[in-house]
């Protein structure tokens, strides 16, 4: 691994990831356009992934309003809302770091 993916790695673990992937957009090329990197950053040549996940419990306790004892706001809390915005704020660190290597 390359030393600045290794440092993008780190970042990314000590910040609450549970897992983060390199690629090359070629990966793209037979998707849709819509789905392609180049397609939002014309001039980018890679794609990093993060995930991060929540305690199984949640899932446990979502459901819908119809369902005998369902909830739908730990999904839309947890599996959603607190997903994005802590994925957010990571990858807002990673951007960061990444733009400091030019």
Known sequence: MRPLNKKLEKLAFNSGVDSIGFSSIGRFDSGPEKTHPNYYMPSA????????GYPRSIGDAWGTYREEGG?????MWYGFAYLNWELSHIA????????THG
């Open 45 to 52: 040549r890679s794609v990093i992934s993060l995930s991060m």
């Open 92 to 99: 807002l660190k990673l951007s960061k770091e990444l733009e």
């Open 71 to 75: 909830f739908p706001t730990p999904y």
